[in-house]
């Protein structure tokens, strides 16, 4: 659960990097606002899968039937 809170926090803060880079004009700097966005963009998407996956593995989502491993 805590894996799962961090990561989830951690990609919001991202996300609202992202947003205050864009909202700001640092986009419109250069290259150092292009990259900046990217960056924020990129540790959204990874803490954010990284959250989805902690918490479908510990059963907090429903895991859909054809990603499910099947025990023989």
């Known amino acids: 659960m805590l894996t799962v809170l961090i990561s989830a926090c951690l990609s919001v803060l991202a996300l609202v ?6 909202t700001s ?7 150092d606002g292009v990259f ?5 963009l990129l540790m959204a998407v990874i803490f954010g899968v ?5 918490a479908a593995s ?6 859909p039937a054809r990603f499910r491993k099947e025990h023989k």
């Open 17 to 22: 990097g992202l947003v205050l880079s864009i």
């Open 50 to 54: 990284n959250a989805l996956s902690t």
């Open 25 to 31: 004009g640092l986009i419109t700097a250069g290259v």
């Open 36 to 40: 900046i966005v990217l960056v924020c």
């Open 58 to 63: 510990a059963g907090y989502l429903p895991v």
